[in-house]
């Protein structure tokens, strides 16, 4: 069984060292550094959906635990402009399903008006980190003043323009390469022009180069990925990734997707 989260704060709060002595000054008020290991990953995405799209933090153990099946204890209370979430442990759904895994759980923060939102994070009633939610049209930003027991990856998570299309097609065999070039023409001719900034989305990221990163696809072979703009007739967009797999017989493999959450 894995030590709780609870035990190992305590340890190695206890383990801190206090700076001063007995026979110095009583007056004197020396400020106690806390540096507590991150133990948890907090995550931001977008809720794939039509209309609005809700903010969700997404809560990882960094630990990888001994089952599959553990869930995290936390408490978000949610006003207005401040956001007050506790994390208080990891625990086990019995009974344990076998294998390694990470605790994980997954908070709706809702859609959230731009501005400023006062953000603490705590550990237990132990530990405390004070930051601020940025909520721009572009993007959401999370910056901490500290950040004890925690790790906030992405601290930036740019938001998804209306209208966008994004996904690779990865040819599994040589003979269908060139099949694999012509949907991309394909698609090309159907999508408009679009900048997208450098950075994390969700779903896929853009590198400084302008490629394309897919998040959760795991193709080993070599392909195209892509993001684009689109406002045209979704049923043409399928009729174009169903024939092209059709005839790729298996081995085109073409993901796309879009901001409603649309698989096609």
């Known amino acids: 069984m894995k030590r709780s989260l609870a035990r190992k704060i305590m340890n190695l709060l206890l383990g801190i060292p206090v700076i001063g002595c007995l026979s110095c000054n009583k007056d004197l008020d020396l ?71 990470v605790a994980k759980e997954e908070l709706n923060l809702g859609f959230l008006p731009d501005g400023d939102y006062k953000l603490l994070i705590s ?4 530990v405390q980190n004070d930051g601020v939610l940025l909520v721009r049209p572009e993007h959401y930003s999370i910056r901490m003043e500290t950040a004890n027991g925690i790790l906030v990856d992405p601290g930036t ?7 966008t299309i994004w996904g690779g097609v990865f040819p599994r065999v040589d003979s269908v390469q060139t099949l694999g070039e012509s949907f991309l023409g394909g698609l090309e001719s159907i999508v408009g022009p679009e900048t997208f900034s450098p950075g994390i989305y969700s779903s896929f990221e853009i590198n400084a180069d302008g490629k394309v990163i897919l998040h959760g696809i ?26 092209y797999r059709f005839h790729g017989d298996g081995d085109l493999m073409i993901y796309v997707f879009d901001e409603d959450g649309y698989i096609y």
Request: aromatic content about 8%.
């Open 157 to 163: 998570l740019n938001r998804l323009p209306e209208n």
């Open 31 to 101: 400020p106690v550094v806390v540096d507590i290991p991150a133990a948890f990953q907090i995550s931001m995405n977008e809720n794939l959906q039509p209309g609005q799209r809700p903010l969700k933090v997404e809560l990882t153990s960094l630990e990888v635990l001994d089952c599959t099946n553990y869930s995290i204890d936390y408490h978000l209370d949610q006003g207005s402009k401040k956001i007050h979430l506790t994390i208080n442990d990891w625990g086990l759904n019995e009974p344990c399903e076998p294998g390694s895994g």
């Open 123 to 126: 550990l237990k009633d132990v």
């Open 218 to 243: 795991d193709e080993k072979g070599a392909g195209s990925t892509f993001v684009f703009h689109f406002t045209g007739n979704r049923a043409d967009l399928v009729d174009l990734v169903e024939y």
